[in-house]
């Protein structure tokens, strides 16, 4: 119990120091778009994106990660930066995302899973999550096997789901609930199996369930990542990197040094031949990140890099190991809170009427 209270007594003086000492704050992005299920929480509407973003125009200046990391190893420029990035590449960032950004005069960097651009297919997870959350009639019982392994899943009545039950059930939190329903359930049971599997064997289930399910990986488009066209309008836009986010979007740990250092290489150098820009910064897949794997980014030609662990970017932090704040569908008032909590020696009174 004392060992506990001196840790966070600690982190509350740590806290405190950074009312002198430079930090940030970088926020992790991955979608800006009104779907109809969202069970990790990974989605912002529209209207709480723009909420977000007239709050962080009153925070203090914000720039592309490059810059941001630059700025906190350097020790230029403002003693508190804010920075805004988004994972995957998927279309709503272009179509959504840019024009809020450009309307609040806030920049932002999209980090790009570079195989996926142009693929015309939803990535394995969006997969999952339109075939089984979705309104539909699917068959009885599925079969898949992987890595040695054959599983079995019987839906029973609920091969049928009606859209009242994806309505009632649209709220699920699977960060924080178990499943409601038998679709939930099984969707759970199937993220759970595939994102651990190489990327390959993933993308190959889900190819499999859309066979099985009569959903083809090609439909709504609106879940696609961006077509080689969406990425060099976007990176046109003013305020906006383009970063690596692998070719293939692996867990990196697991992988073998060399293979790491090839998803991450090559996802920059396709990149800067599809843009013509330069690539200077990396997201770690799922935040998969390690000291080795920082110093092969570095090696695959990487300035920065982010992880998704929380926590606020200080000058001594390793600015291939970057931490970011993981935003979810909050309105301005609880955005405003969350820096709040994660910046907790600022008076409230500085955020109010951040929010509209």
């Not at 420029?77 to 995302?97: E, I, K, Q, S």
């Not at 695959?300 to 979810?328: F, H, K, Q, S, W």
């Amino acid at each position: 119990m004392n060992r506990n209270f001196a840790r966070r007594a600690r982190k509350r003086l740590g806290r405190v120091a950074l009312m002198w000492r430079r930090h940030g704050v970088a926020l992790l992005y991955h979608r800006v778009a009104d779907i109809p299920s969202d069970p990790f929480r990974l989605t912002v509407t529209p209207s709480h994106f723009a909420e977000h973003m007239a709050v962080l125009r009153g925070l203090g200046p914000c720039l592309p990660f490059d810059a941001f990391a630059r700025g906190l190893v350097s020790g230029g420029g403002a003693r508190r930066m804010f920075c805004v990035t988004f994972d995957d590449g998927y279309r709503d960032n272009l179509l959504a995302a840019a024009p809020v950004l450009a309307a609040a005069g806030v920049p932002a960097t999209v980090f790009v899973v570079s195989g996926a651009v142009g693929a015309g297919r939803m990535f394995w997870w969006d997969t999952l999550q339109r075939i089984l959350l979705t309104p539909g009639a699917l068959p009885e019982t599925l079969e898949l096997s992987s890595r040695g392994e054959t599983r079995r899943w019987s839906l029973g009545a609920a091969r049928i789901y009606d859209a009242g039950e994806a309505r009632a059930n649209a709220g699920w939190n699977a960060l924080s609930e178990p499943p409601r329903d038998a679709r939930q359930t099984l969707f759970f049971d199937l993220w759970k199996w595939l994102a651990p599997a190489p990327t390959d064997e993933a993308e190959r289930l889900a190819d499999a369930l859309a066979a099985w399910s009569g959903v083809a990986r090609s439909a709504y488009p609106e879940d696609h990542p961006m077509t080689a066209d969406e990425l060099n309008r976007l990176a046109a836009v003013e305020g906006i990197e383009i970063g690596g986010h692998t070719v293939t979007h692996p867990r990196l740990a697991p992988l073998p040094p060399a293979r790491r250092l090839a998803e991450m290489r090559d996802s920059r150098l396709q990149l800067q031949a599809m843009t013509g820009r330069d690539v200077r910064s990396l997201a770690y897949p799922y935040g998969s990140e390690s000291a080795d794997t920082a110093q092969l980014a570095a090696e695959a030609g990487y300035a920065a890099a982010c992880t998704t662990r929380e926590d606020v970017a200080m000058m001594r932090t390793n600015p291939l190991r970057i931490p970011r704040l993981v935003a979810r569908d909050w309105d301005g008032d609880e955005f405003a809170r969350q820096i709040r909590r994660l910046i907790s020696f600022l008076p409230q009174g500085r955020f109010a009427g951040r929010s509209r």
